[in-house]
């Protein structure tokens, strides 16, 4: 049969993988940022965009989908083209995946440092950039399934099974969780309320790092390890095992986020039960990753490009332990809301994403510039410096949660707690986050070593645009099995039908879980006394999502004695049922704020606010002080206020309407209150008379977005009597 001759597009790849190196210092960088500010809390004072709530999101984002998002897409086009023996579909769609792919990590990175964010972790971005990352989501999935659809490769090889298993599930899981109504060009509140939400939300959140950040890996893995030691995947069996049990169990463990939160039982204990199955699922793919190496060890112990893919699926199979161990409900009592959180998240992205990604690249390069590596020397040194940068980063932060877990439930002999002061457990680990700023340093400056590496290689290797191959064209069988094909070859050539049954395969974990949370009213019992917020509530509320609050402080108490002592009444699901969006966090670096309300006086949370340390010594939280300074914007508030109605929310049109009068009522009385402490009187005439003799216009205090935020925080768990 005549040969075809074609080229493949490596320009495309080259793009993606400047932006990985580009975007992964960047992101690496304000993690590193982030970790300072931990024991210098005001190395950023008083410059609002440049604080740790609103860095925070920036820095996941970019590591996720700037950094990890580009070495995927670099990793996907390169290996697709040559596993199918095809050109991608359309240039102009490979262009259009890698410019829009930029201009979305771009308006990421303009908006949420200006607090312009949904909250919602992982998914933080507003609505129209929602809308854009789904329509360039398509473009890339119409590219990927064009090129399988002209390929001259009649089976599908194991990395594809993963690629639209990928496609197909982020696809799913970004559109649900996002559904937003907005309330103008950059506000939205999310659709679900609450328990619903918080079930959505990690429906996604643990699936993003299931689908996003493992299944295209795997398929790197799959593509790129036997590439780099010249052997065969281990077992084609244990392939097919490892992808669909993996894609099946993988999408029912979301709620192991929220054991012992205000979610119903039936829907922890399917996510417990899912996450222990999914290490069987996990560890064969691990397994299948490293015996790919068997007969090669003595290349790893020369070629870095396969010393960082052995480290990381070393890495990936001690996540895929640990995430398993951490759903079990005793474990997770312990290890939630601590450091030991962050240990294991960080673990699985520098080790497992950062590795691959890295040893990707290093054997990339030199492929598609036609030389070899500059120095592999370098490449060793990048090596040593990021594994061990990974251990000094992990290790202190998993003493660092045990230190917290068994500090926060200590109790004295008379029944109280030992460390009564939350700011006693965050003193005591300050010596581990210098350890994490050190480790994270490490792990940079290897990033930096490979990036001058890599632009040495790229300045001695040719110019070569795209790669000249042949193949036979692919020639259609008729429907049926072949002799001697097993059922999975023949699916294998039909790829239709295995997206169909991937989609199926995702689709029903989802619809068990989330389908009767948000349907069957009886799931979340509500409280008649829990009320809506008034209108400043709501505006305090939607400041205290703009700095990023909820990413040291959570909103659920959970029933535990320790917990109760400290926080009071542990949480109801009717107590949330009018949170759009919910707000229970993953992490405390500071005290449970559920029950603050009425908890300090006004004044209290003014200073608290201006300078934390003044009311908390030894508190490593920033000062807020834009908060004093800056006047309240209401002109979306009556809007706000609709859209709430459209979700349910039972705001009247009397209520509405006198929103600007409830607001100036509520204001005057906080004002009142702020000027029974004398200090603040004085600072406050201090202010009025360096604005007169300015001739400036003097903002007063009523008007000012301290005072709507300590309204939110005055109400916070004030609906229900307790103790």
């Known amino acids: ?21 580009f975007w992964g210092l960047i992101g ?4 590193l940022l982030l970790a300072l500010m931990f024991v210098f809390p005001n190395i950023t004072k008083g410059v ?35 596993l199918l023996k095809a050109r991608m579909f359309s240039d102009l769609l490979s262009k259009i995946n890698f410019w829009g792919w930029q201009a979305i990590i771009v308006a990421a990175a303009i908006t949420l440092p200006l607090g312009i964010t949904s909250s919602k972790e992982y998914a933080e971005l507003e609505w129209p950039i929602d809308i854009a990352i789904a329509l360039i989501w398509v473009v890339f999935g119409i590219n990927m399934i064009g090129t399988i659809l002209r390929r001259r490769e009649r089976h599908l090889y194991v990395a594809i099974w993963f690629y639209l298993g990928t496609f197909v599930t982020v696809a799913v899981l970004h559109i649900f969780n996002s559904l937003a109504l907005p309330v103008s060009f950059l506000k939205s509140y999310s659709v679900y309320a609450g328990v619903q939400d918080a079930l959505v939300q990690w429906w ?62 039936w829907a922890q204990n399917l996510g417990v039960a899912f996450s222990v199955m999914l290490i069987a699922p996990s560890w064969g793919g691990m397994i299948n990753g490293l015996l790919t190496l068997r007969g090669a060890w003595d290349k ?32 997770n009592a312990i290890a939630h809301f601590s450091d030991w959180i962050i240990a294991h998240v960080h673990v699985g992205a ?13 054997w990339l390069v030199p492929v598609l510039f036609k030389t070899k590596l500059h120095s592999i020397k370098l490449a060793n040194i990048h090596f040593w410096l990021g594994t061990l940068g990974i251990i000094i980063y992990a290790f202190p932060m998993y003493i660092a949660g045990f230190v917290q877990a068994s500090m926060w439930k200590q109790f004295n002999p008379d029944g109280t707690l030992v460390y009564g002061n939350f700011l006693e457990t965050v003193t005591q680990i300050i010596p581990m986050y210098w350890m ?37 064209p692919l020639q259609r069988l008729k429907k049926g099995r072949m002799l001697g094909e097993s059922w999975h070859q023949q699916l294998e050539r039909r790829p239709v039908q295995l997206t169909i049954f991937a989609t199926v395969a995702i689709l029903i974990g989802g619809i068990v879980q989330i389908i009767p949370t948000i349907m069957v009213e009886s799931n979340i019992p509500t ?14 509320r939607d400041l205290y999502i703009r700095e990023g609050c909820v990413g040291c402080h959570s909103q659920m108490i959970r029933p535990f004695r320790s917990e109760v002592e400290r926080y009071g009444e542990y949480s109801k699901a009717g107590e949330f049922v009018y949170d759009h969006p919910f707000l229970w966090g993953s992490k405390r670096t500071g005290p449970d704020l559920h029950r603050v309300g009425q908890k300090y006086s006004d004044s209290w949370h003014f200073n608290h606010m201006l300078d934390p340390q003044s009311t908390s010594p030894g508190s490593i939280m920033p000062s807020y002080s834009w908060l004093l300074k800056n006047e309240l914007d209401l002109s979306d508030t009556q809007n706000k206020m609709k859209t709430m109605v459209t979700l349910g929310v039972p705001y009247s049109e009397e209520e509405i309407a006198n929103a600007a009068q409830n607001m100036k009522a509520q204001a005057d009385l906080i004002a009142e209150n702020l000027t029974q402490d004398p200090s603040f009187v004085d600072s406050y005439e201090a202010a009025q008379a360096e604005a007169k003799a300015k001739g400036e216009e003097f903002v007063p205090i009523q008007q000012r977005e301290i005072v709507a935020l300590i309204a939110y925080l005055q109400r916070l768990g004030t609906d229900i009597k307790t103790k």
Not at 50 to 79: D, E, K, Q, W
Not at 321 to 329: D, R
């Open 300 to 331: 790893v112990r020369v070629d870095p490009v396969l010393k960082f893919m052995v480290v990381a699926i070393t890495g990936y199979g001690m996540a895929t332990f640990e995430g398993p161990m951490l759903s079990l409900k005793n474990v």
């Open 436 to 472: 994490r700023a050190i480790g994270g340093t490490m792990y940079i400056i290897g990033a930096v070593v490979m990036l001058f590496n890599i632009s040495a290689t790229i300045k001695r290797g040719s110019e070569v645009e795209d790669d000249l191959s042949e193949a036979a």
């Open 204 to 265: 996604y959140g643990h699936n993003a790092v299931a689908f996003f950040l493992t299944t295209p890996f795997l398929g790197l893995m799959y593509y790129f390890v036997p590439k780099a030691a010249n052997r065969p995947v281990y077992s084609y069996r244990l392939s097919i095992v490892h992808f669909w049990s993996l894609i099946f169990i993988y999408i029912w463990a979301g709620p192991h986020h929220l054991l012992y939160t205000a979610l119903p039982d």
């Open 48 to 82: 609002s965009w440049l604080s740790f709530g609103r860095l925070r999101p920036l820095h996941t984002n970019a590591v996720i989908f700037a950094f990890i998002g580009n070495a995927m897409f670099a990793g996907i086009y390169y290996s697709l083209q040559r």
């Open 527 to 540: 409280i008649s006394s829990v009320k809506p917020y008034t209108p400043l509530e709501l505006e305090g």
């Open 350 to 362: 520098l080790a497992w994403n950062g590795f691959l990604t890295f040893g990707m690249i290093y």
């Open 28 to 31: 690496m960088s304000v993690g």
């Open 1 to 21: 049969m005549e040969k075809e001759q074609f080229y493949y597009d490596n320009k495309v790849v080259k793009k993606f993988i400047y932006a990985t190196m």
